[in-house]
């Protein structure tokens, strides 16, 4: 019989590393973050198993544990607003060039809107599992996206 923590701890892990990486942007660094929110939860996982939505504290933990690499690191991508033009490019790489604009368009989105969208349009959550996972209420979870998807809206319009 599979432990508590094989059977909702660990498969999180996926979900949990595209987060990580959302947010410190690096996959080594985006791995040893993980890395340490697990052992945290090896170390509470009686408390885990005891708690309501181990979920939403999983997702806290490694959004506290990118913070403090953050914090400890202090590090700045020089190249995060590089903007590279090829004029020669194909129909494929202009695709990935788009996507990789609207990605750096969402970095420069609030915070809250920024996760909130992350949850929603690439994670798949409901807003109710947004809302348990942020510590928000439900209609902050729906201000935020909204917000985010008009910003979104205008930055694609312009962008033509």
């Not at 990935?96 to 992350?118: A, G, I, S």
């Amino acid at each position: 019989m599979k432990s508590f923590f094989e059977t909702h701890i660990w498969p999180l892990k996926s979900k949990l590393y595209r987060m990580a990486y959302l947010w410190v942007k690096d996959r080594e660094v985006a791995n040893d973050v993980l890395q340490q929110v697990f052992e945290k939860a090896w170390v509470r996982k009686n408390d885990l198993e005891s708690m309501d939505n181990p979920t939403a504290w999983m997702v806290k933990a490694l959004k506290n544990e990118s913070l403090q690499h953050f914090r400890s690191t202090r590090k700045i991508d020089p190249l995060g607003d590089l903007d590279l033009a090829d004029a020669t490019k194909t129909d494929e790489e202009e695709s990935v060039d788009r996507m990789q604009q609207v990605l750096r368009f969402l970095e420069k989105l609030p915070e809250k809107q920024r996760e909130v969208f992350h949850l929603r349009e690439v994670e798949g959550l409901a807003y109710e599992e947004i809302a348990s996972y942020l510590e928000i209420s439900l209609d902050q979870v729906k201000v935020n996206l909204f917000r985010a998807r008009q910003q979104l809206k205008v930055y694609l319009i312009g962008k033509k």
